[in-house]
C-alpha cells in the first residue's frame, strides 16, 4: 500500500531520531520526511546516508539541516531532542533540564506550522507532554507522546518468551507514566483471545507458572538496562513511533498506549499519562477508560501524582 502523501519531520538527529528516520525510510512509511538537528552537519549526514539507502527501499524525499523552517507543511512533527538519559538517572531527574529545551523547541515550530500534531519523545515523556501541550495552546488531542507503547511492547514480548508464542498474539498494556511507576494490566491480558487465567490453565505445553513481579521488573527496568549496555535505546522506540505515526497517517483508528492530557479517566485531572487511546488522523480520538482491578486504579492515580507532583515543581 502506498504511504499517504504526508510529510513528518523530526526535532533531534541523535539515536532515537535516526533510528526513527531508518525506520520510516525501511517501512516506506511517509513520502516527505524532514531532519531537523542542532548541528546541520549531522542532520544532513543522516539525510545523506537515508538517501543511498532508498533505491533498496521506497522513493521519498528526505530534507535536513537546523532550520525549523522544515517543519512547514508537516503533517506531524517528532520531538526526540534533548538531554539524554544516563547511567543511573532516572526519565523524571530530566524534568527541570529538558523542560527548557523542549518550550523553546516547541515556539520554534510554531512560527513554521501552527496546526501540527506533535509526537514528544524527549524524557520524561509525560511531563515534558504536558510542557508541549501548555506551552504550545494546541487542542488536547493533538499533543501526544509515545507513552507507553513501547513498555506494552516489551510486555508482550516477555510474555510471549514465558508462553512460547508469537508476541502478535497477546495484548498487553502498560499504563500510567512511561517510568518507574508505570503498572502492567494484569486484569486485561489476553492471548488469542482468551483470558491469561483460562490460558493457563487449559494450556498444556508446560510453561509453568507466570512469575509476575519478574516480568514487571524487567518491563521497568529495561531502558536502565539497555542504557548500562549500549548507552540508549533506539531500535524499539523507533519502530514504536512508526506505529504510532502510521496510525495517524491513515486514520487506523487503532488502540495504542500513548500519552495524552487525561480529562477525567478514573478520577485524574491535569496530567498527561498513558492510557488505552484510540489513534487516528486528529490524534487521540478517544480513550478506552475501561473498569480496572482496584488495586490496579490505586496504582494508576499514585502514578498521576507522582507525575503531577513534578508538574507542578515546573511551575504549571
Partial sequence: MEPPRSRVAIIGAGNVGASLAYALTIKGAVRELALINRSAEKAEGEVMDLGHAMAMSYPMQIDGGDSYELCAGADIVVVTAGAAQGPGDTRLD????????????????????????????????????????????????????????????????????????????????????????????????????????????????????????????????SAYEIIDRKGSTAYGIGLALVRIIRSIQRD???????????????????????????LGSTGVEGVLDAPLAPEEEDALKRSAAVLREQIEQLGY
Avoid at 500513548?258 to 499519562?273: D, K, N, R
Wanted: charged share 25%.
Fill in 94 to 221: 530530566l524534568s527541570r533540564k529538558n523542560a527548557a529545551i523542549v518550550k523553546d523547541i516547541v515556539h520554534r515550530i510554531l512560527e513554521h506550522n501552527p496546526n501540527p500534531i506533535i509526537i514528544m519523545v524527549t524524557n520524561p515523556v509525560d511531563v515534558m507532554t504536558y510542557v508541549a501541550l501548555k506551552e504550545s495552546g494546541l487542542p488536547p488531542e493533538r499533543v501526544i507522546s509515545s507513552g507507553t507503547v513501547l513498555d506494552s511492547a516489551r510486555f508482550r514480548y516477555l510474555m510471549a518468551q514465558h508462553c512460547r508464542l508469537d508476541p502478535r498474539n497477546l495484548h498487553c498494556h502498560v499504563i500510567g507514566e512511561h517510568g518507574d511507576s508505570e503498572l502492567a494490566l494484569w486484569s486485561r491480558v489476553n492471548i488469542a483471545g482468551v483470558s491469561l487465567a483460562d490460558f493457563c490453565t487449559t494450556c498444556d505445553r508446560k510453561c509453568g507458572k507466570v512469575d509476575r513481579e519478574n516480568i514487571e521488573r524487567q518491563v521497568r527496568e
Fill in 252 to 278: 487506523e483508528e487503532s488502540v495504542l498506549t500513548v500519552s495524552s492530557l487525561v480529562q477525567g479517566s478514573y478520577g485524574i485531572e491535569h496530567v498527561c499519562l498513558s492510557l488505552p487511546s484510540i
